[in-house]
């Protein structure tokens, strides 16, 4: 289980941690939930800080501690809106929200998820919302 | 005869043509990596997305016909997403994270 490192800078919250592939080599990780300021919510952002953008959520490690994380958040904030917006158009993109949608499938009696796709040839965009029942 | 003078030219012929980027290439050359091609999602692709969160009974609903403003907030809120996460790579990069195991 990898230790999560907890950081309140400029508004955001921020969660760091670290993950032992089985290759040996260790990949950081950072969540990071910014409050909007006109609006009330908070966008969620998780960054491989290896990879860029291009994240690899193939270990079990970093599904476990998201959601941990997620469920820390919501320990301290039960009331918050929480959103993200992906662009579909990159088949990467696409996969990483099936993937999403199945690591929400099991916590469904928990949290609500409602996403709201733009299905327009050619423009294809997610945003999706996660709130505490 | 198999091994006749003319079979043997042949079969040097046959193969010289068929290792020649083997031989004609560098070490460097035959170990380079592909370079990754971005698909791009369809509209069938869509379709599935849209029976998978069927299946899985998440609330969603679909903008067919979204207006300009709301495409271009949605690309402004990801424009600013990316810039912010190349900020934070670089940061990592000069300060990097202390994070115990």
């Known amino acids: 289980m990898a230790k999560v490192k907890y950081e309140y800078a400029l508004g955001n919250h921020v969660y760091q941690f670290a993950v032992i592939l089985f ?109 505490k029942k | 005869m198999l091994f006749t003078a003319n079979n043997i030219f042949l079969f040097f012929r046959l193969y010289s043509v068929l290792l020649q980027p083997f031989l004609k290439a560098q070490p460097k050359d035959l170990f380079k990596t592909k370079k990754t091609v971005e698909m791009e999602t369809t509209a069938a692709d869509m379709v599935q997305l849209c029976a998978y969160l069927d299946r899985a009974g998440a609330n969603y609903t679909i903008d067919t016909n979204p207006s300009e403003e709301k495409v271009g907030k949605i690309k402004q809120a990801i424009a600013r997403k990316n810039q912010l996460i190349k900020e934070a790579i670089n940061s990592f990069k000069t300060n990097g994270i202390s994070v115990s195991f």
């Open chain 1, 23 to 131: 290759d040996g080599s260790v990949v950081p990780y950072q969540v990071t939930f910014e409050r909007d300021l006109y609006v009330d919510r908070s966008n969620v952002t998780l960054l491989n800080f290896y990879e860029g953008d291009d994240n690899k959520y193939f270990c079990l490690d970093v599904k476990e501690t998201v959601i941990r994380i997620f469920n820390t958040f919501f320990g301290m904030f039960p009331y918050e809106k929480v959103y993200f917006e992906t662009d579909l158009s990159h088949k990467r993109n696409y996969f990483k929200l099936m993937k999403f949608i199945r690591w929400a499938e099991a916590h469904s009696k928990t949290y609500n998820l409602i996403v709201d796709v733009v299905n327009k040839p050619g423009v294809y965009y997610a945003y999706i919302t996660i709130t």
